[in-house]
């Protein structure tokens, strides 16, 4: 019943002997962590997703966490900050939600430690969904057809524990890795990057630009938190929010590269239009922050590198994955 | 007769130091009696003197009117301390809720023995504060069902005292304050020396915790001025304020 597309409220069966999750991981993709009480199954990643989708999370039932999170952008909703019930807008730009199973701190702030827990995040956010967690159950506990996924999934009725897990087990499927760049780099297809985009690789990993610096790996980041000098001043303090030291004030989580040419606007505050706005900030070096990254140091660039690193940053997007029928009701 | 003498003189010395709030907890030693036995343990809101409840107007050392909308916080390892014997530990964590008799008061099984001092964290340990709320049954008070979870943070707040207060006595509550603290650098235990609590089966003692919110808005030393100092959510220098003066705004009665 995996296959089952449709979201209608027709109840669906997991056989509990079949309901082991196969999770095709990309070459070079390490295995995934998945926490111990909250393994794979069908069950939990199709009640995730169907939780993922619902508006029925917010307070008015306007806003689903896809909302913010679009398959087809990545997971990213194209807006300058995301916007949550009643037109509030939020405090950041939404990240895209690819390969989040390796991340090992959660959010821009890295406030958040595991995917289970960052799922309270919005349902709490006065600019996003904005729900009482006690109304949320109450909501679900009246459905069901959503008694009857809790039931299937986690054996117990919906409660914060299953919603928290569910959700986790979906984002966590949400892997992406194999874009142009990737059959390129694996060998599985030496011939599907045009001479531009190679061109703009060796610029990426060249070490007159030093991109791989932080974004590196097979994720395109090194999950840490660097000050990319985009402002003097930050008005929000980012990891500094959670840390309180004055030394990690416009501190920001380093985001993948995968599907960037998707996730625009960038930045934690969607303030870059382009990557062509994103090239010229890295290549000026960036406002003089005392805590400013070592790696950001300005470099040259013609206009003609600028648009084959562009072109090599667009190779990093995976059809196969923006385009994921699994990821959709 | 030794002992008779050493219990005497240490009764004597836990009466003297009962006016000495939030000193030092003792270590014991030896075994306490298994017989089970109960201990009430209430918490109330005081000013001027007089019991306070929610939505209740006040008025603070300046003269200005407010009220208090909620009041929440936790204890955590609440222990006992026998006379003789070593501490008890009464219960790992509780939250007190204003909002509802239930919230300000819990029976809480123990052993019968006598008492002299009563230890507990202001806030929870840094092994609580580090946990998942949503894996807690909804009554836990660490469920994330109590609404006391920082989820942008991923910790709990420790302590919540939300209201309204008039800042220029025209009789308008036009001031929203908001004080949520919690972290585990706000955590801080505090011990209580008590006259001699003697627990047995067939009585019920009543630990009460007292907050005075006057001395929560003008403590010995720091005051919080809830037109100027409106609100904290995060651990800046204003929940350190907080914290601290929660701490001296607790006493504690047993009857």
Not at chain 1, 175 to 192: E, L, M, P, V
Not at chain 2, 95 to 113: K, M, V, Y
Not at chain 2, 231 to 247: C, E, G, I, R
Request: with cysteine; glycine share 6%.
């Amino acid at each position: 019943m995996w296959a089952c597309r449709k979201d209608s409220k027709r109840f669906v069966s997991f056989n509990k002997h079949n309901d082991e999750f196969d999770l095709e991981l990309p070459p070079g993709f390490p295995a995934l962590p998945v926490p111990e009480d909250n393994k794979l199954s069908k069950s939990r990643v199709f009640l995730g997703r169907k939780l993922f989708f619902d508006p029925i999370l917010s307070r008015d039932s306007s806003v689903s966490c896809a909302s913010c999170h679009l398959p087809a952008k990545a997971f990213t909703d194209g807006k300058v900050l995301s916007i949550g019930i009643e037109g509030r807008v939020g405090m950041r730009n939404a990240p895209t939600l690819a390969n989040l199973a390796y991340a090992t701190h959660l959010m821009f702030d890295g406030g958040i430690p595991t995917l289970e827990l960052q799922v309270l995040a919005p349902l709490a956010d006065h600019n996003e969904m904005d729900i009482d967690i006690n109304e949320l159950v109450e909501r679900l506990r009246k459905d069901k057809y959503y008694v009857a996924l809790f039931q299937q999934a986690y054996m117990r009725p919906p409660d914060a524990f299953g919603i928290t897990r569910a959700i986790a087990a979906y984002e966590r499927t949400l892997i992406s890795g194999n874009s142009r760049y990737d059959k390129f780099a694996h060998g599985i297809d030496t011939t599907c990057l045009t001479e531009s985009e190679k061109k703009g690789m060796a610029l990426f990993f060249s070490p007159q630009l030093a991109c791989v610096s932080c974004h590196g790996g097979f994720t395109f980041t090194n999950n840490q938190f660097e000050n990319n000098g985009l402002y003097l001043q930050y008005a929000d303090t980012g990891r500094a929010r959670i840390t309180m030291q004055a030394s990690d004030v416009g501190k920001f989580k380093v985001p993948t590269l995968r599907n960037i040419n998707e996730t625009a606007p960038y930045m934690h505050d969607g303030s870059l239009p382009d990557l062509f706005a994103v090239i010229e900030h890295y290549a000026s070096g960036g406002k003089n922050h005392p805590n400013k990254s070592a790696h950001i140091q300005g470099f040259s660039i013609t206009p003609q590198e600028k648009t084959d690193l562009v072109h090599f940053l667009q190779s990093l997007s995976d059809e196969k994955f923006l385009n994921n029928p699994n990821f959709i009701p | 007769m030794k002992n008779l003498f050493f219990f005497s003189s240490f009764s004597l010395f836990l009466l003297f130091i009962s006016c000495n709030n939030k000193a030092k907890a003792p270590t014991g030693s030896g075994n306490i009696s298994a017989i089970p036995a109960n201990v009430k343990i209430k918490t109330s809101l005081w000013s001027a003197g007089m019991p306070l409840t929610l939505n209740q107007t006040a008025t603070d050392t300046w003269g200005r009117d407010f009220r208090l909308e909620l009041l929440k916080y936790y204890l955590s390892d609440i222990t006992l301390y026998p006379n003789v014997g070593d501490p008890l530990l009464l219960k790992d964590v509780l939250l007190f809720n204003f909002d509802n008799q239930q919230g300000r008061e819990f029976i809480i099984p123990t052993s019968t023995g006598t008492y002299g001092g009563i230890s507990f964290g202001i806030g929870l340990n840094p092994q609580q504060n580090a946990a998942d709320p949503a894996t807690y049954p909804p009554s836990h008070p660490l469920s994330v069902m109590q609404n006391t979870y920082w989820t942008w943070a991923t910790k709990y707040r420790f302590i919540m005292i939300d209201g309204k207060g008039d800042s220029n006595g025209d009789g308008t509550f036009d001031v929203l304050f908001s004080y949520h603290a919690g972290d585990d650098l706000l955590y801080e235990t505090v011990y209580f020396p008590l006259t001699n609590v003697s627990l047995t089966h067939n009585t019920l003692p009543i630990i009460e915790i007292k907050i005075d919110i006057d001395t929560f808005f003008d403590g010995p030393n720091d005051s919080i001025d809830f037109v100027t100092e409106t609100a904290t959510h995060s651990t800046n220098p204003l929940a350190f304020k907080v914290a601290a003066n929660f701490k001296e705004a607790i006493s504690i009665d047993v009857y």
